[in-house]
């Protein structure tokens, strides 16, 4: 299902299953990613078993980074995928690890210092891009978009500052197949937010995240929002039946 609008006023989104004004969403979706930071790779690798990882990796060997490339790294959080673009790009490429949320920025900018990585790290918003246009080679998200209030917009703006021939990669959690959805929705609402409540001392954020992961348009929709934003080639790819997918589209 994607994200649903107020079509006479504009003002309202998703909050998770809440309909929240939109300036609403933003504040409420940096308390949960404020609260969550300090905890966040410890919970990552419980809820999804370490397998957010195996995904990673594979949305790295799908971009492809080659010495030289510039890469931007929206909602890069705690740095995983921007630690490895910046091995990958060397000293004469250039990488941006972004976020929307400073306590996210700030976890992932000192994990890559201590790596001995120095990179530009950013605050910014994903849907008011402050890069010039055709200037990266390579546009990642990795479990942003869905936060993100004006989805279509957003990926306007990662096409736009894509250079001709340029790629985007967008991994995400997606729709598992009819036959999971009962098994998933059990630990998704019972067990996420109960290892939310004993890891973090915090089962509404996880609750949320769960929630987020339901609102979030599913892999054929989200292709169909990728093209319609300008991106030609585009294809995903189901990981572990679709509890996540790597979608790719190219700027031509």
């Not at 994200?3 to 006479?8: A, I, S």
């Not at 990795?142 to 250079?163: I, P, Y």
């Not at 109960?194 to 954020?205: E, H, V, Y």
């Not at 300008?230 to 790597?246: D, I, K, S």
Request: proline letters at 4%.
């Amino acid at each position: 299902m994607s994200e649903q609008v107020n079509k006479t006023d504009g003002t309202t989104t998703h909050f998770g299953y809440t309909t929240v004004a939109e300036e609403e969403k933003v504040h409420k979706v940096a308390e949960v990613f404020h609260s969550v930071a300090a905890k966040y790779d410890v919970m990552n690798d419980l809820m999804s078993a370490g397998l957010h990882r195996i995904w990673k990796i594979f949305t790295i060997a799908q971009a492809g980074v080659r010495p030289g490339f510039r890469v931007l790294d929206i909602a890069g959080g705690t740095g995983d995928l921007a630690k490895e673009f910046v091995k990958q790009a060397g000293k004469t490429g250039e990488v941006w690890h972004t976020d929307i949320n400073e306590s996210m920025l700030r976890v992932g900018r000192d994990r890559l210092l201590n790596k001995g990585l120095i990179t530009p790290t950013l605050l910014c918003d994903a849907e008011k891009l402050p890069f010039p246009d055709n200037y990266f080679d390579r546009v990642s998200v990795a479990f942003g978009l869905r936060n993100m209030t004006h989805k279509d917009q957003a990926l306007a703006e990662m096409r736009r500052v894509l250079k001709p021939g340029g790629k985007l990669l967008v991994l995400e959690f997606s729709k598992v197949p009819e036959v999971l959805q009962k098994p998933y929705d059990l630990y998704s609402f019972k067990v996420l937010p109960w290892l939310g409540q004993k890891i973090a001392n915090d089962a509404d954020s996880y609750r949320y995240l769960a929630e987020s992961i339901r609102m979030h348009p599913d892999q054929e929709t989200l292709k169909g929002m990728m093209q319609e934003a300008g991106l030609e080639r585009v294809e995903y790819f189901n990981l572990t039946a679709g509890v996540a997918a790597l979608h790719t589209g190219v700027k031509l």
